[in-house]
Structure formats: C-alpha cells, structure tokens
C-alpha cells in the first residue's frame, strides 16, 4: 500500500527525484500507493508532509523522511487490520470500528458524513489515503475542541467567528 522498503531505506533518487535534499509533497505523492491504482490523495500528502516539515521548507529532509516513512506504515497497519475483507477500502462499519478502537463515540449518522466527506471515489468506502487524510482531520478537530472544552464536559460555547477560526485552523 504504502512505499516500498528500498524507498524508505535509500529515499534518493527513487523518492528524492531533483536530488535536493529536501521531498516535496508531489514527489511523496509519486512514491505512495493508496492500494486503488488512483494517486495519493495530495491533500492527505501535504496534511502528513506539514507534520514533519519541522523547518517549514516546503519538504521533509532524509531525517524527517523516517518519521514519515514509520507514520504511513503505522496507519497502513491499523487500516489492513480494519480492512477485514482486504478490499482495499474501509466501509462504514470499518471505519466506526476504527475510530471507536481510537476512542471517539460517535453516531452512525455522523459515520455516514464521514463516508461522504472522505470517499473520494464515490464507492461508499474509504481508500486508504482518504482513511488517514479523515483520521487527521478529526484529531484536528478534537484538539481544537478540547482547548475550548475546559470543563471537558463535551460541550463548548463559543462566537460564530470562534467557530470558524477553529474550522479554518484545520482544513
């Protein structure tokens, strides 16, 4: 699904294409295989590669690479485990049994968002990029809920434009 293991151990030139050091988000994109023969989702590409642009280059050095490198096979591992009838995608049912392994309660109403939000292919399903892309967005918004959730209570209140500073701060 992932990268193969000759990329992660020696990233250039077989990731590292322009040899400059420094992996761009298209050329992870180009490295990675989401399982479904269609790219990489590049947002979920450039969601992962900000986390671990320590220096804000616009890349991951080789360094960096290797966090990179053990975060995607880490979520490949959790999404294989999910994918009981190894389709390649993950179903609503798979997904719910994700999440809530990850600890979140939610209904199966909001599961159907999810589906809807994240399946880029229209299959009622998610591919694994779009897993982890959904994965990232919903801790996202669970910190930025929790810092306005002090009595963790599950609730907040907070200004329409409160709001959307916490929505715009994650997509």
């Known amino acids: 699904l992932a990268l193969s293991v000759y990329a992660a151990l020696y990233p250039t030139p077989i990731v590292d294409k322009d040899r400059s050091a420094v992996i761009s988000d298209t050329e992870l994109q180009q490295a990675l295989s989401n399982g479904t023969w269609t790219p990489f989702n590049p947002v979920t590409v ?17 360094n960096e690479f290797a966090g990179v490198w053990k975060y995607i096979t880490d979520w490949q591992n959790i999404f294989r485990t999910h994918d009981r009838d190894n389709s390649g995608f993950i179903d609503k049912n ?3 049994q994700a999440l809530t392994g990850f600890g979140y309660r939610l209904s199966d109403q909001f599961y159907n968002t999810l589906i809807e939000k994240f399946d880029r292919q229209r299959k009622g399903q998610v591919a694994f990029d779009d897993f982890i892309q959904c994965c990232i967005v919903l801790q996202r918004l669970t910190d930025v809920f ?12 907070v200004s329409y434009e409160q709001y959307l500073s916490m929505v715009f701060n994650v997509v």
Do not use: A, C, H, P
């Open 46 to 62: 450039r969601s992962i590669i900000s986390m671990f642009d320590r220096e804000n280059k616009g890349g991951v050095n080789f």
């Open 146 to 157: 929790r810092r306005y959730d002090t009595d963790q209570d599950g609730w907040i209140q």
């Open 94 to 96: 798979e997904l719910k």
